[in-house]
């Protein structure tokens, strides 16, 4: 078997039954007759989980260490290949140097700054702003947001005599305020 469960719980002998199989487990007792597939159902989910009477060992792990020790041993038995060294390839011969430009004549006339033609372009006209834009910055102007409560929005209201009801909406309530300022009342 791979893998070895090993009680350390806080018990100090415990049973558990497999198939009708009872194993026998005095704390600190390791048993590799266990079914592999039952530590994998049951003890390893539990130990993920926190539980902390059990340990499960895997042996496999030292079965492949004892394989890797032989491995490398065998390959260290083994004669080494002959490697023949291939000859470095001739190198390139080096490109023609390119042949020199020609010199330029410059005249007074080359040497004059080009002037570009400079016309003067519109202004963007300004955005006009819709009567309700102008509307609500004039109502944040004078104190009143949407953000207000239903009762602060009736308190603003009141104090600038404007006529409220109990059943007004914040919505009722903003649109008398935006009349109320689109009269020219503040």
């Known amino acids: 078997m791979a893998l070895t ?8 002998y415990t049973e558990i039954t497999i198939n009708g199989v009872r194993y026998g487990f005095g704390r600190g007792v ?4 266990v079914p592999d597939w039952w530590i994998e159902k049951h003890v390893l989910p539990d130990i993920a989980n926190g539980g902390t009477a059990w340990q499960v060992i895997s042996t496999k792990g030292k079965a492949q260490g004892k394989s890797a020790i032989a491995a490398l041993e065998a390959a260290d038995a083994a004669p080494e290949p002959v490697v023949e ?3 470095e390839p001739e190198p390139e011969p080096e490109p023609e140097p390119e ?3 020609e010199p330029v ?3 007074s006339e080359d040497l004059q700054p080009e002037v570009e033609e400079i016309t003067a372009e519109p202004e963007p006209e300004e955005e006009t702003m819709s009567a309700s834009d102008v509307t609500d910055e004039m109502l944040m102007g004078a104190g009143f947001s949407a953000g207000m409560t239903r009762a602060q929005m009736q308190n603003w209201c009141s104090s600038r005599g404007i ?3 109990n059943r007004d909406t914040k919505a009722s309530l903003t649109g008398k305020a935006r009349q109320y300022l689109a009269e020219g009342n503040e």
């Open 5 to 12: 469960l090993k009680h350390v719980g806080a018990r100090s």
């Open 105 to 107: 004549v410059v005249t």
């Open 85 to 87: 060294v291939e000859p």
């Open 99 to 101: 042949p020199e430009p």
């Open 163 to 165: 006529a409220t009801i």
């Open 30 to 33: 390791e048993r590799d007759d």
